[in-house]
């Protein structure tokens, strides 16, 4: 059977002369018509084996030719052609009939078939020069089948990677506190401390730490004295690496509850932040050294035992409460992803450098090696615990420390382990299928049993599979891994991480406020399938930008849509001015920029890196993955970003009312002043004129009445010359009486001024005294405010601590009555029970006493024996009865001989009667009293 060399779609035909015509892809057919493979790529290495097992070419192994022949039988292996496959290249059709024309002639095979190989590797990197950035997917060659599936590998494998980056990431990539990559670290943070705070109210827990409490303050726990873990920096250092032994995904959300205070995350390295946390609140307390008067800054220079033994305690309670909380928190599984509990690396990052630590396996090894470091007073300490309450349980199995970290797709997800844990997490089915893998997987029974689970439980999921899948998949068959991940991503993962109702409600969100303005907008219908929902939320955005989104091959290649969304949602970070629209030039821009913003973003799986050299279109199902988590990502960014608009908008109200009522009273106190000076000012001036007025007119009218009185006296004057002298003392006497007058009115008109002035003065002082006391009265109102305010809450928590602890001593006094009542009624219960045991068996001692000693009366030989039969009646008075012994005292003289002559046969069968009444008689009252 000789083989040919046939094009896909015709004949080769030597004569084609252009290049594109040559470079058509080929496969290779044998002469009775079966292809080797419609899929299957023919690579220059499979030619020329092939060639030299049919022709049996016999070259020397050291000549060049048989070097390159042990070559291709070493790439004929099935190890070897997979590998190939990997790295196949398209033979063009020039030198397909190169070599088919080298097979006639076998003198001189490997110089051409080289020269062959040479030229089409050649022709291959031409081609893939002009047809690198070809976006129509119509006629491709091998070459692009080849580079698709290496993209969508790559592509599967960052996403894989991003999965368990995201639940086993314990450091912080950014320092910076406000960035979008640390929205996603904070929230987990804070739903861990709210799970294991709602954990911490569960009974037992708390019944735990009460009782180790107790026993830590009685001093039935205890640290040595002569080991200061708080001023020993080696004993503090050995303490830190026990505890930093716990994974730091577990151990700050444990640290931060029980201390309550939020670790800051400073450092990268999520190790350092702890072990500075832990320097700073366990080996120093600050209640602690202000009760002891001790400086913060030399407390580790004290030499106070006290300070240091109530110390010790406390850092042997906080020991204790860690551990347990981390071993229960464990158990229960209240971390989403459930990473391993203790870290799985020696080497730890500390703040004086990295140092190889110790790695603990379980919880009593933690307890275990602090209690042989540290504890004194006692041996087996796990006893003493589990009497308290805390047992531990926890232990790490190999299986949890497995390594997740994907290097190449097709190798690390042989044994099955990595799809499985890959599966939990993204359907949350913690603790579900891990446990039923065989780990290690060291035979290949191992790996196609766990691949049976993994398919076992995909089938729950819609995900059907061969009973050979199995098999397929641990050989390494790449195509059928592909899309088993694949499938995985579209029925698990996307329909628990796209919500339908949440898109629906945002695209009618989007178009509320695009066609807000519009009376009648263009009605959509929106689809049910979370696909088609996806695009039309694309289509909806797209929209008002004039951009076309049809389908998920076409309209996102340029990555256009991709920076459109981003825009839409977080216009700071891509802004519309940087979108290039140009779909054959700026590509590369809009690649870059989505690359760069995705980055910046986190929590989306970078499919692609602006570190990549070259740019690719994207496929359907990377662009519907890679939409899936864009969506939902934006989504929730708009969500936070409105709600912290809301927010800022109301506190903003809340300020600007603030400012207005501050700004109001400022004015008012302003208005105030300002309209006292101007009062002031008013009166100042209406006084001066006023003053001015009044000296006027006092000067006119003083004047006026002198120059009156001027010509009073002259006229007097004349009148006193002209009359006698003995008038003359009635004329002085007159005179003196116009100058009292006049001091009068004088005297009157000064009294008025100073009554207008004082009054004026009065009425300014008490504006002042009016002013001052509102001023003290309001001081006076808000500090009796705030002081009755103080003495509320005071008396409030007084109160309440009052009626907390009367609950606690009524509940302690109901639990110890109902106790004692338990006790006393169980022990009456068996008294009642072992007195009845102890009559019945009395009474049936004393009823077989009785029926032995009765056929031993009448056993014997009454007549024969009187005299005993008298001894035994007077013994046994009380059973045999005064009749009987009566007739044995009438027979008890006689001889023997005599007494049987002389027995009546009547008083022995009285006796007899009698004896059996009693006998009956006591049985009744023994069975009355049982």
């Given at each position: 059977m000789s083989t040919s060399y046939i094009d896909s779609k015709e004949n080769c035909n030597p004569q084609r002369s252009s290049i594109g015509e040559s470079l058509k892809p080929l496969r290779l057919v044998f002469n009775d018509g079966k292809s080797?493979?419609?899929?299957?790529?023919?690579?220059?290495?499979?030619?020329?084996?092939?060639?030299?097992?049919?022709?049996?070419?016999?070259?020397?192994?050291?000549?060049?030719?048989?070097?390159?022949?042990?070559?291709?039988?070493?790439c004929s292996s099935p190890e070897r052609s997979r590998a190939a496959k990997r790295r196949t290249t398209t033979i063009p059709a020039t030198a397909a009939d190169e070599l088919a024309n080298a097979e006639s002639e076998t003198t001189s095979a490997s110089t051409k078939l080289s020269q062959a190989v040479r030229k089409s590797v050649c022709l291959e990197r031409e081609f893939c020069a002009a047809n690198s950035f070809r976006s129509d997917t119509s006629g491709k060659t091998f070459d692009d089948i080849a580079q698709t599936k290496s993209r969508k590998e790559l592509s599967l494998t960052r996403w894989m990677s991003h999965i368990f980056e995201e639940a086993y990431s314990t450091n912080l990539a950014d320092g910076n506190s406000r960035s979008l990559r640390t929205l996603q670290t904070v929230r987990q943070d804070a739903?861990?401390?709210?799970?294991?705070?709602?954990?911490?109210?569960?009974?037992?827990?708390?019944?735990?730490?009460?009782?180790?409490?107790?026993?830590?303050?009685?001093?039935?726990?205890?640290?040595?004295?002569?080991?200061?873990?708080?001023?020993?920096?080696?004993?503090?250092?050995?303490?830190f690496q026990i505890i930093l032994s716990f994974n730091s995904m577990w151990l700050r959300p444990a640290l931060e509850v029980l201390f309550n205070q939020i670790i800051p995350r400073t450092n990268g390295e999520d190790t350092v932040n702890l072990y500075r946390f832990l320097a700073s609140n366990l080996t120093k307390n600050a209640k602690l050294a202000d009760r002891f008067g001790i400086q913060?800054?030399?407390?580790?220079?004290?030499?106070n035992k006290e300070y240091y033994k109530e110390l010790h305690k406390t850092v042997l309670l906080c020991f204790l409460k860690l551990v347990i909380v981390l071993d229960e928190s464990k158990i229960q599984s209240i971390i989403d992803n459930d990473p391993c509990l203790f870290r799985i690396s020696q080497s730890l990052r500390v703040p004086h450098g990295l140092i190889n630590a110790m790695t603990l396996k379980s919880t009593r090894d933690a307890i275990a090696m602090f209690s042989k470091e540290f504890l004194s007073g006692e041996g087996d300490y796990f006893r003493h615990l589990s009497s308290l309450g805390a047992t531990f349980k926890y232990q790490q199995l190999p299986v949890d420390e497995y390594d997740y970290s994907i290097k190449k797709l097709s190798s690390d997800l042989q044994n099955g382990v990595v799809l499985c844990r890959m599966v939990e997490l993204i359907a949350n089915r913690k603790k579900e299928i891990i446990p039923r893998l065989r780990v290690p997987t060291i035979s290949r029974l191992n790996k196609i049993h766990n691949m049976n689970v993994l398919l076992e439980v995909l089938q729950?999921?819609?995900?059907?599979?061969?009973?050979?899948?199995?098999?397929?998949?641990?050989?390494?068959?790449?195509?059928?891994?592909?899309?088993?991940?694949?499938?995985?991503?579209?029925?698990?993962?996307?329909?628990?991480?796209?919500?339908?109702?949440?898109?629906q409600i945002e695209i009618c969100r989007i178009r509320?406020?695009?066609?807000?303005?519009?009376?009648?907008?263009?009605?959509?219908?929106?689809?049910?399938?979370?696909?088609?929902?996806?695009?039309?939320?694309?289509q909806t955005i797209c929209d008002s930008y004039d951009v076309t989104v049809s389908d998920f091959q076409n309209s996102f290649h340029s990555f256009v849509v991709f920076c459109l969304l981003v825009n839409f949602y977080l216009p700071d970070i891509i802004p519309h001015q940087s979108i290039r629209f140009d779909s054959d030039t700026g590509a590369k821009e809009n690649y870059q920029l989505f690359s760069n913003a995705l980055e910046e973003?986190?929590?989306?799986?970078?499919?692609?890196?602006?570190?990549d050299n070259?740019?690719?279109?994207?496929?359907?199902?990377?662009?519907?993955?890679?939409?899936?988590?864009?969506?939902?990502?934006?989504i929730d960014l708009g969500k936070d970003c409105r709600s912290a608009m809301r927010i800022q908008r109301a506190w903003r109200q809340i300020l600007y009312r603030r400012r207005m009522a501050a700004q109001e009273r400022c004015a008012l106190v302003l208005q105030k002043f300002v309209r006292g000076g101007l009062h002031r000012l008013r009166f100042r001036k209406m006084k001066k004129s006023v003053n001015f007025l009044q000296l006027s007119i006092t000067s006119c009218l003083v004047r006026r009445s002198y120059g009156s009185f001027l010509r009073r006296v002259i006229q007097l004057q004349s009148w006193v010359r002209m009359i006698s002298a003995t008038k003359q003392v009635s004329i002085l006497r007159m005179v003196a009486q116009c100058l009292i007058s006049a001091n009068l009115r004088i005297n009157e008109r000064r009294q008025q001024v100073l009554e207008m002035k004082h009054r004026e003065l009065m009425r300014a002082i008490v504006i002042t005294q009016k002013l001052y006391r509102g001023k003290t009265a309001r001081e006076v109102y808000r500090i009796t405010k705030a002081s009755i305010l103080t003495l509320q809450r005071q008396w409030r928590g007084f109160f309440v601590r009052k009626n907390m602890k009367k609950l606690n001593a009524a509940a302690v006094e109901i639990q110890k009555n109902w106790r004692c009542s338990t006790q006393k009624w169980s022990y009456k219960?068996?008294?009642?029970?072992?007195?009845?045991?102890?009559?019945?068996w009395k009474g049936e001692s004393q009823k077989s006493k009785f029926l032995h000693f009765q056929v031993q009366l009448f056993s014997f030989e009454i007549y024969e024996f009187p005299k005993q039969l008298v001894a035994a009646a007077k013994k046994y008075q009380n059973v045999l009865g005064e009749d009987s012994i009566r007739a044995a005292k009438n027979h008890g003289n006689h001889d023997p001989e005599k007494f049987s002559e002389s027995s009546n046969p009547e008083d022995i069968q009285a006796i007899q009667d009698q004896c059996n009444k009693n006998t009956i008689n006591l049985e009744d009252k023994s069975t009355e009293e049982n």
């Open positions: 080797i493979s419609n899929r299957k790529e023919v690579t220059a290495k499979n030619l020329y084996s092939d060639f030299i097992a049919k022709n049996n070419a016999k070259i020397p192994k050291n000549s060049q030719a048989g070097k390159k022949r042990g070559l291709a039988e070493k739903r861990a401390r709210a799970q294991i705070k709602s954990m911490l109210q569960q009974p037992q827990i708390l019944k735990a730490f009460q009782m180790i409490e107790k026993e830590v303050s009685d001093e039935k726990l205890c640290m040595r004295a002569d080991k200061n873990c708080c001023t020993d920096v080696g004993m503090r250092d050995f303490l913060r800054n030399n407390s580790e220079l004290n030499t729950s999921y819609g995900i059907s599979s061969n009973k050979d899948s199995a098999k397929l998949l641990v050989e390494g068959n790449r195509d059928l891994l592909l899309q088993l991940i694949q499938e995985i991503i579209f029925k698990i993962q996307l329909p628990l991480l796209v919500d339908i109702d949440l898109i509320k406020l695009r066609f807000s303005s519009i009376k009648a907008p263009r009605p959509m219908v929106l689809a049910s399938s979370a696909v088609d929902l996806m695009l039309q939320w694309c973003i986190g929590g989306i799986p970078p499919l692609f890196k602006s570190s070259s740019i690719v279109g994207l496929d359907d199902s990377t662009s519907i993955m890679l939409l899936g988590f864009v969506c939902m990502k934006l219960k068996a008294l009642q029970r072992i007195v009845a045991i102890q009559s019945f």
